[in-house]
């Protein structure tokens, strides 16, 4: 943060009421960047926006968003509002987003982890987050992941099923698995938690969401600080 977010920080901090502020300094407390989600492609805005809900749920941050074909589009009733407590990164600039987006991933040391019902290569019963920083992929509600994440991919993870129908909808499978890894991750002596410097960027930007009719507050600080 530099110094001008930290002095309006400071300013509309007494705008938060203490309820609020309690609940800001509890959720942050469980919130992660150990496990992070990557969506490829996703065209249903239910299921983008029930994934997110998830995340939010389980207290996943970040959230890599790969725009190739289609736009990443929420459904508000689904939604609930999720997305404004995560952080979400967006690739979305060329034909095929998904090069970049994982090689910004490894660059900050997470390890790819595809998921698909195709593999038999490890299951979310004995996944082991012990090994590092983990990134899990999850593709298109027909194809699933792209060609390009499974060549670049470290790993693949799936679901055991015992069914005739070969996989579930997207949203389910985000939400068993990440339930599942979530939970194995808070139980384990894995360092998981944010750094401070973390927690502070986070905490503000949550503040901010907090405050009705920000944008003239802003305005009226902004003119008095740059005097």
Known sequence: MNDYDRAFREFILPMVNDSRKELLDNV???????????????????????????????????VTIIENRNAFELNPEVERGAAQWLTLHKFNTKKNNTPDAI???????????????????????????????TALVMGTEWEGISKTVQ??????????????????????????????????LRDSEILWRLQE????????????????????????????YIG
């Open 28 to 62: 942050i407390q469980y919130r992660t960047r150990y496990l992070t989600v990557v969506l490829e492609d996703i065209y249903l805005p239910q299921n983008a926006s029930a994934v997110l809900r998830t995340c939010d749920c389980f207290g996943i941050q970040d």
């Open 103 to 133: 090689l910004s991933l490894k660059e900050q040391g997470y390890r790819i982890v595809a998921t698909s019902p195709h593999t038999s290569e490890s299951n979310l019963s004995s996944f082991s987050l012990e090994k590092g920083k």
């Open 151 to 184: 060549e670049m991919a470290d790993e693949f993870l799936n679901i055991p099923m015992f069914g005739f129908t070969e996989s579930l909808n997207l949203s389910v499978s985000a939400a068993i698995i990440l339930q599942q890894l979530s939970t194995k």
């Open 197 to 224: 410097s973390e927690k502070e960027e986070i905490m503000y930007k949550w503040l901010r969401n907090s405050i009705h009719r920000l944008n003239p507050i802003e305005r009226a600080f902004k003119k008095n």
